[in-house]
């Protein structure tokens, strides 16, 4: 079950840059982890992996669009594609299109910024209900530096909104998968 909420966690490395975000959505879900085996740099390759089919056609025609206006594309922000797990991420690289902006045991959070908005994406780990759950979410936090910043991310948002939900329920899907081999 994925659990919608428009605040940030009280654990997210997100709280200490709270007040400057316009855009708040957090999506949940628990999973258990029965081989203890889901660390943040598992997550992250999951999130990169996960998203639906349908994206790719959505990314493409949001490039083309956003071009035009001299802002940053998909094309400009991938340096590699994620297909393996490396070992370790670290501030500053690059994970397909997203940049880490901040990092810890049970957080990534990922980013970019623009001269139309910022955002950011943390990808959050903490203990679950039970000894082997964990509560894994996707929170998106936006900054307006404009307002052509809210006014593309008007047509945005709603389908940002399924995007995340749809990538969070695959996300979990092969959680559960991985769990029971």
């Known amino acids: 079950m994925i659990a919608a909420n428009k605040d940030l966690p009280l654990s997210s490395l997100l709280q200490k840059q709270s007040a400057t975000f316009d855009y708040v959505d957090s999506y949940q879900s628990q999973v258990t982890d029965k081989e203890q085996a889901l660390d943040i740099n598992r997550l992250l390759v999951l999130f990169l992996t996960s998203g639906p089919r349908y994206a790719d056609v959505l990314l493409t025609l949001r490039d083309r669009v956003v071009n ?3 802002l940053k594309t998909s094309i400009h922000l991938r340096d590699e594609e994620v297909e393996n797990e490396r070992p370790k991420y670290e501030i500053g690289e690059r994970a397909g299109m997203f940049r880490i902006c901040d990092l810890c045991d049970h957080e990534m959070i990922l980013g970019e ?11 959050l780990m903490e ?8 509560k894994v979410a996707i929170t998106t936090a936006v900054t307006f530096n404009n307002f052509f910043g809210k006014l ?11 995007l995340v939900k749809s990538t969070l329920k695959n996300m979990v899907e092969k959680m559960n998968q991985e769990n029971f081999k």
């Open 68 to 70: 035009v206006f001299g």
């Open 113 to 123: 910024n623009d001269k139309h908005l910022n955002f950011r994406v943390s990808l």
């Open 127 to 134: 203990p679950g209900e039970q000894a082997l759950d964990k």
């Open 152 to 162: 593309y991310f008007f047509p945005v948002k709603p389908i940002h909104r399924i």
